[in-house]
């Protein structure tokens, strides 16, 4: 059983940044597309962001210019890098694998805990 473990979030004032990590328990060296998703409260889980081992990046639109992922696959790590937050990305913020572009099936059975992130004056 493969674990996800997010960490990093916090309260943050609109304007600010933080840097999510996401470890996860096995290799994913050999897998093509990492991503992190976040889920608002009443609002369906979504992908912000993705990663693939070839060095590609993809955002939504709502995230664009602002947040930065990465990955270090020899750490078994993804990061997030969040700047000009707004507080529209509050949520609970994911990290999982996909085949793109099937952001809606992950590739690990289980989520983790997430992370919170609010951001409010």
């Known amino acids: 059983q493969v674990q996800l473990v997010e960490s990093g979030g916090g309260l943050v004032q609109p304007g600010g940044s933080l840097r999510l990590s996401c470890v996860v328990s096995?290799?994913?060296?050999?897998?093509?597309?990492m991503g992190w998703y976040r889920q608002a409260p009443g609002k369906q889980r979504e992908l912000v962001a993705a990663?693939?081992?070839?060095?590609?990046?993809d955002y939504a639109d709502s995230v664009k210019g602002r947040f930065t992922i990465s990955r270090d696959n020899a750490k078994n790590t993804v990061w997030l890098q969040m700047n000009s937050l707004k507080p529209e990305d509050t949520a609970v913020y994911y990290c999982?694998?996909?085949?793109?572009?099937?952001?809606?099936?992950?590739?690990?059975?289980?989520w983790g805990q997430g992370t919170q992130v609010t951001v409010s004056s």
């Open positions: 999982n694998a996909f085949t793109w572009p099937y952001s809606d099936y992950p590739t690990f059975g289980s």
């Open positions: 990663a693939t081992s070839g060095g590609s990046f």
């Open positions: 096995r290799s994913i060296a050999s897998i093509h597309t």
